[in-house]
Nanobody, 124 residues
Framework: QVQLVESGGGLVQAGGSLRLSCAASGGTFSTYATGWFRQAPGKEREFVAAITWSGGSTEFADSMQGRFTISRDNVKNTMYLQMNGLKPEDTAVYYC?????????????????WGQGTQVTVSS
């Protein structure tokens, strides 16, 4: 059983930056793809970014392309999301997840394990 714990969320002004971390324990992390999703109040959980097991390939939602960077450290069993140029519409709970395989899926169905989430609030 994989446990995922997100950290790094908080309150930031528009245009600011945050770096989220996702620490994995209790199971296999390094040979699976991982991803970030977010969910705003009253909205569906949406894809943010994903990265293959090796870190060699990444996927981003269109609205995050160029502002967010995803990376991972398989020695530390940790994934990161660097968020720059934050906007009020980025306000949401951000979740990390471990995929069912090595590819980087963009759908929630492609993920088997989820963290509890970390709140990101961007003020205008």
């Amino acid at each position: 059983q994989v446990q995922l714990v997100e950290s790094g969320g908080g309150l930031v002004q528009a245009g600011g930056s945050l770096r989220l971390s996702c620490a994995a324990s209790g199971g296999t992390f390094s040979t699976y793809a991982t991803g970030w999703f977010r969910q705003a109040p009253g909205k569906e959980r949406e894809f943010v970014a994903a990265i293959t097991w090796s870190g060699g390939s990444t996927e981003f939602a269109d609205s995050m392309q160029g502002r967010f960077t995803i990376s991972r450290d398989n020695v530390k069993n940790t994934m990161y999301l660097q968020m720059n140029g934050l906007k009020p519409e980025d306000t949401a709970v951000y979740y990390c997840a471990r995929a069912r395989g090595t590819d980087a899926p963009v759908s929630t169905a492609g993920y088997a394990y989820w963290g509890q989430g970390t709140q990101v609030t961007v003020s205008s």
